[in-house]
T-cell receptor, first 117, second 112 residues
Framework: DTEVTQTPKHLVMGMTNKKSLKCEQHMGHRAMYWYKQKAKKPPELMFVYSYEKLSINESVPSRFSPECPNSSLLNLHLHALQPEDSALYLC????????????????FGPGTRLTVT | LAKTTQPISMDSYEGQEVNITCSHNNIATNDYITWYQQFPSQGPRFIIQGYKTKVTNEVASLFIPADRKSSTLSLPRVSLSDTAVYYCLVGAPTSGTYKYIFGTGTRLKVLA
């Protein structure tokens, strides 16, 4: 199974709402990623988890709060978002990088289309 | 992290070979070159990866010259279903994971 699933597919939320995006993989990958992608732009890395610990935070505003409850799940908690946060949020997973230095393939989910009103 | 430069868009006809070149002038010694494909409203999908010379798999070839400051993704005999955005990425392991910076990508349109 090489699939990364994300729920929900679409989400509309107001600026005062609290919601969560969920991501799941069953490939045994111990690195998981959140990306944000605006229309006609490339994906931008937000967070990276390695062995369930946050290893990279790309200076993301605190209204985005990631969580990795176990090796298969990754959540992104959303609170007090702004309309400019509307985007496609992509989750990815990969094996944890070790030796050799050749990077492992990242497997992406289909994304959650988020609209903030 | 090395930044990449690619043509913004390309058009091709079905059955033709398509070559997309990526410039990465400040590539570091440990960096690998990776290409991803993305269809609308989907996550990117891995195509091919290399470090130097030539790499070939069942869908594409990747040509990397000796100085590694550029690379070329070659798609043989494209079809309409190859219409997508193609991203060239370079990077090295960071904190136990591989940190990619996606460039602007190349929008390939395959015409009948």
């Amino acid at each position: 199974d090489t699939e990364v699933t994300q729920t929900p597919k679409h989400l509309v939320m107001g600026m005062t709402n609290k919601k969560s995006l969920k991501c799941e993989q069953h490939m045994g990958h111990r690195a998981m990623y959140w990306y944000k992608q605006k229309a006609k732009k490339p994906p931008e890395l937000m967070f990276v988890y390695s062995y369930e610990k946050l290893s990279i935070n790309e200076s993301v505003p605190s209204r985005f709060s990631p969580e990795c409850p176990n090796s298969s799940l990754l959540n992104l908690h959303l609170h007090a978002l702004q309309p400019e946060d509307s985007a496609l949020y992509l989750c990815a997973s990969s094996q944890v990088q070790g030796l050799p230095l050749k990077p492992y393939e990242q497997y992406f989910g289909p994304g959650t289309r988020l609209t903030v009103t | 992290l090395a930044k990449t430069t690619q043509p913004i868009s390309m058009d091709s006809y079905e059955g033709q070979e398509v070559n997309i070149t990526c410039s990465h002038n400040n590539i570091a010694t440990n960096d690998y070159i990776t290409w991803y494909q993305q269809f609308p409203s989907q996550g990117p999908r891995f195509i091919i990866q290399g470090y130097k010379t030539k790499v070939t798999n069942e869908v594409a070839s990747l040509f990397i010259p000796a100085d590694r400051k550029s690379s070329t993704l070659s798609l043989p005999r494209v079809s309409l279903s190859d219409t997508a955005v193609y991203y060239c990425l370079v990077g090295a392991p960071t904190s136990g994971t591989y940190k990619y910076i996606f460039g602007t990508g190349t929008r390939l349109k395959v015409l009948a």
